[in-house]
């Protein structure tokens, strides 16, 4: 079975400080490993995934995550929060051989404040 | 190069009655996925159609059900429609291959009310 875990429902930063969303995979074959963003009332942008290649993945709008294998993890960074960045994050598997499949975790709310 | 579109935008329905949702693929892409997103929740996966065939199915029962049309576009169906179907129905195309690597193109949804 595969399963996502993101932890915190809500976190809350600066305008300027670092941006640390977690999540955490079950997965008893080797996943692929997708972030999304998704703003009030529109769908799920890609921000970046990993596909076996580089372990540490740099997406769009300067996030970036690393792949531990040994912690099971997929955190999601940025250095400096902006305002814009505020907006619901989802973690999401998708395991190989099993078809474009994806499962998501429940979700981050990123609060930025001024 | 067009998105991922869905039709209607909003709907509002009542207990029992059935529903249809649209979805158009962006271009070139042959698989398309669908998605219930409940209130506060991520996305939970309800079936893929790949070439007009299911492939794959999530843990939802048989009153949802969905069609692939030639040109990949999609409709899903949801009959005998009960008030925790209320929620956001995101509709995903992929490129060719459907492969588990490859990025899954999100529409802006349709967000259903049962009352």
């Known amino acids: 079975a595969q399963s996502v875990t993101q932890l915190g429902s809500h976190v809350s930063v600066s305008e300027g400080a670092l941006v640390l969303l977690r999540c955490n995979y079950s997965s008893s074959v080797p996943p692929y490993l997708f972030w999304y963003v998704q703003y009030p009332n529109q769908g799920l942008q890609l921000l970046l995934k990993y596909t076996s290649a580089a372990t540490l993945v740099k997406g769009i709008n300067g996030f970036e995550a690393e792949f531990k294998k040994s912690e099971t993890s997929f955190h999601l960074t940025k250095p400096s929060a902006h305002m814009s960045d505020a907006a619901e994050y989802f973690c999401a598997v998708s395991l190989r051989a099993s078809g474009n499949q994806f499962y998501f975790g429940t979700g981050t709310s990123l609060t930025v404040i001024p | 190069e067009t998105g991922v579109t869905q039709s209607p935008t909003h709907l509002i329905k009542t207990r029992g009655q059935q529903v249809t949702l649209r979805c158009s693929s962006q271009?070139?892409?042959?698989?398309v996925s669908w998605y219930q997103q409940a209130l506060g929740q991520g996305p939970q996966f309800i079936f893929q159609y790949y070439r007009e065939e299911e492939n794959g199915r999530g843990n939802f029962p048989p009153r949802f059900s969905g069609l692939q049309f030639p040109n990949y576009s999609s409709e899903l169906n949801v009959n005998a429609l009960e008030l925790d179907d209320s929620a956001l129905y995101l509709c995903?195309?992929?490129?060719?291959?459907?492969?588990?690597?490859?990025?899954?193109?999100f529409g802006p949804g349709t967000r259903l009310t049962v009352l």
């Open positions: 271009s070139g892409h042959n698989t």
């Open positions: 995903a195309s992929s490129p060719p291959g459907a492969d588990s690597y490859n990025e899954q193109f």
